[in-house]
């Protein structure tokens, strides 16, 4: 776990610095700048959480703003499950939501201001040429024969760049910074590009488009964002984030500061939307919100809640360093949330029909349940001569420490009766088909026998009432090493067992007519949610969670 929670990290503590040495008098501002290429997944919850969270401990604002400065692979659909996601884990932009799109016209004219200063130049070498000049690490780079244009010559090509009179690629506006830096980034970065293709929210108006380096800070300054939180990959672009914003004199008191923290890593996850994305278009799972994706619409079709991935996102904190968060913990995140939340039901999920004999044929009763340990409530739960118990709780050969039922042994029905296993019933083939056994008719709540020690207790469905059920469970999608890392081609560690569908499972008349979201725990199994393939006919759940926390279990070692 990272050393710091949400609270108290190093940003927070950089804020505190910049408003004691009186910056940014007029308050806190950040935002969460998705580009509309896919859907957020698990790593843009840590960004927004951490996002919206801060400004929201300085009383500040955060902004929604839509990186869309790459018209080839971005559209509506996508921003429009950023924004349910966003409001979905419960963050407001408020009448704050941009689109980086919105300032190309803004933008070119700072373009238009680098060239007058002298700062920036049309280059017509091709792309390669462009990577071949840069250098490496280790050698400078070499100047392009056109970097020293005059300022007449450049203002003159990046309107004609702009007027469409040249073809993608012919040629590109540069920063001119320096070709011998030892950080690649500052050695003349592209700025502008042609590129002849509409743009989702611009149309046509456009054919050159501004590099992501480029727009960012220009539009973090345009918004008035005091901290552009970003991810660590982005650390060696700060010195041109500030070289932009110095050279377009914007005010250091005020200007924004960038600041990297690391990106989330989860084991058996892959969070690269490029990789995500491959999953859906190449059919290896039902789509963005399928509940084995990563993603935040896959996490609520499966049933984690946004408080559980908001616990998630402060326990495991903000660090400088790249680290492995397990799995587990995300897990344990959502579990605690939903066995505080979360009714009980009685649901059975490979059925076994057990006969009452001494329990009268027309007999129906409506014991009483509790629905929550810590919330209260309760409903009725009907019980009768015939109903349906778990294949796995019966054995007839039994060892010795098994406590559920076996042949002429006892075990007490949850909420109900104790019962004895009489008889194995078997077709020809040796299947077991039902058991018939007794009830102690005493052993009910408040009846003369209900103290009677009895090892096991099992759950149970009354087969005259139970609703028929469709279970999805879900394993990890991911195959992975011992450590959780997911490896290099991960389509070849898909796992073919990643989805395991039980179509006749058997649930207790209460749950008649629930919609999809509502969370249950089955008795003994674990947490569940409605799926919305559910219809008023048919039942589909989820399974969210089991009940075994094993990330809770490693921390007490
Ligand atoms: P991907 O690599 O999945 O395409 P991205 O960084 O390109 O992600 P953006 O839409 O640009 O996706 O991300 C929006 C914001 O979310 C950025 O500020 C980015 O730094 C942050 N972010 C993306 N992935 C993670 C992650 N795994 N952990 C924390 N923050 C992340
Ligand atoms: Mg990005």
Redesign the pocket.
């Known amino acids: 776990m990272a050393e710091t929670t949400m609270g108290t990290n190093f940003i927070q503590n950089a804020i505190d610095e910049d408003l004691k040495q009186g910056k940014y008098s007029d308050g806190i501002h950040t935002r969460?700048?998705?580009?509309p290429n896919?859907y957020l997944?698990v790593?843009?919850a840590?960004?927004i959480c951490l996002n919206f969270g801060l400004a929201e401990r300085n009383h500040g604002l955060c902004n929604l703003r839509f990186?869309d400065t790459n018209p080839t692979k971005e559209n509506t659909e996508f921003v429009d499950s950023i924004k349910k996601d966003i409001q979905w884990l419960g963050f407001s932009w408020g009448d704050r939501m941009f689109y980086a799109s919105d300032y190309f016209d803004k933008l070119y004219d700072f373009a238009e201001k680098l060239i007058e200063k002298g700062l920036a130049y049309v280059d017509d070498l091709t792309a390669e040429q462009i990577k071949e000049y840069r250098g490496t690490l280790t050698e400078p780079g070499k100047p392009s024969p056109y970097r020293d244009r005059p300022v007449e010559e450049n203002l003159d090509l990046f309107r004609r760049m702009k007027a469409g009179e040249f073809a993608d690629g012919e040629k590109v506006l540069r920063a001119k910074i320096d070709m011998a830096s030892p950080n690649v980034v500052m050695r003349d970065p592209v700025i502008y590009r042609i590129a002849h293709v509409a743009h989702h929210r611009t149309g046509d108006k456009w054919c050159i488009y501004p590099m992501y380096d480029f727009a960012h800070p220009l539009s973090d300054a345009i918004e008035g964002i005091t901290h552009s939180v970003?991810?660590l990959e982005f650390e060696i672009h700060r010195p041109f984030y500030d070289w932009l914003l110095d050279s377009l004199d914007f005010d250091p008191m005020t200007r924004p500061r960038q600041i990297e923290f690391a990106?989330?890593n989860l084991t058996n996850t892959v969070?690269?939307?490029?990789k995500l994305r491959q999953l859906v278009e190449e059919g290896y799972v039902r789509g963005w919100d399928d509940p084995r994706m990563p993603t935040i619409s896959g996490m609520r079709r499966r049933g984690y809640t946004p408080a559980a991935i908001r616990k998630f996102c402060e326990e495991i904190g903000v660090a400088k360093a790249d680290s492995l968060v397990d799995y587990a913990m995300l897990e344990h995140c959502v579990r605690e949330d939903l066995n505080e939340n979360a009714d009980r039901v009685m649901a059975v999920l490979h059925p076994l029909k057990v006969v009452l004999t001494n329990y009268p044929e027309d007999k129906q009763e409506w014991l009483v349940a509790d629905n929550n340990p810590m919330h209260g409530g309760s409903r009725f739960v009907p019980f009768s001569r015939e109903i349906w118990i778990d294949r796995d709780d019966f054995l007839e050969d039994a060892p010795k420490k098994f406590f559920r039922l076996k042949p002429g042994g006892e075990v007490r029905l949850k909420h109900a009766y104790i019962i004895k296993c009489e008889e194995v019933i078997k077709d020809a083939e040796g299947h077991i088909t039902e058991l018939h056994c007794t009830v102690d008719p005493d052993s009910k709540t408040g009846g003369a026998t209900a103290g009677r020690k009895i090892k096991g207790t099992i759950q149970w469905v009354a087969c005259q009432t139970a609703l028929d059920a469709e279970v999805r469970l879900y394993n990890t999608l991911l195959e992975t090493d011992e450590n959780g890392n997911v490896p290099q081609d991960f389509i070849a560690a898909l796992n073919k067992d990643s989805l395991e569908v039980i179509a006749d499972a058997k649930i207790e008349p209460s749950v008649k007519l629930t919609a999809a979201g509502t969370h249950y725990q089955f008795l003994r199994i674990g947490y569940f949610v409605v799926d919305p393939d559910t219809t008023p006919e048919k039942l589909v759940f989820n399974r969210v969670v089991g009940l075994r926390d094993s990330w809770a279990k490693a921390q007490k070692k």
Request: charged share 30%.
């Open positions: 969460f700048p998705p580009e896919g997944h790593g843009h840590k960004s990186d970003c991810t990106r989330l969070t690269s939307k490029r």
